[in-house]
């Protein structure tokens, strides 16, 4: 069985910063891009960040340059550092991972969602 898990988020005042986890486990072969997709309040998922298996990147506007978003595939482990945060970026965080489990084709795996709020 594979599973994403999320984990780091928390409260924090703006301008404040916050690293996020996502590690997957299970019977993994191989994991090719993972994404990361908050959800705010009475919105859809929207992508906010996302790397490749080879480490290539791409943000959505409202994030660049204040996070970043890198992996370690050694761990199966994604991590997005978010710097200068603003009470805008409040969101259930969700982690995308599209994985080649054993003995299945490649699927999309989602985390349960960690919660990031930002207020003063």
């Known amino acids: 069985q594979v599973q994403a898990v999320e984990s780091g988020g928390g409260f924090v005042q703006p301008r404040g910063s916050l690293r996020l986890s996502c590690a997957a486990s299970?019977?993994?072969?191989?994991?090719?891009?993972m994404a990361w997709y908050p959800q705010a309040p009475g919105k859809q998922r929207a992508l906010v960040a996302h790397?490749?298996?080879?480490?290539?990147?791409n943000y959505g506007d409202s994030v660049k340059g204040r996070f970043t978003i890198s992996r370690d595939n050694a761990k199966n482990t994604m991590y997005l550092q978010m710097n200068n945060l603003k009470p805008e970026d409040t969101a259930v965080y969700y982690c995308?991972?599209?994985?080649?489990?054993?003995?299945?084709?490649?699927?999309?795996?989602w985390g349960q969602g960690t919660q990031v709020t930002v207020s003063s």
């Open positions: 790397i490749t298996n080879d480490g290539s990147t």
């Open positions: 299970g019977s993994i072969f191989t994991i090719d891009s």
């Open positions: 995308n991972a599209r994985i080649w489990a054993v003995g299945r084709h490649i699927d999309d795996y």
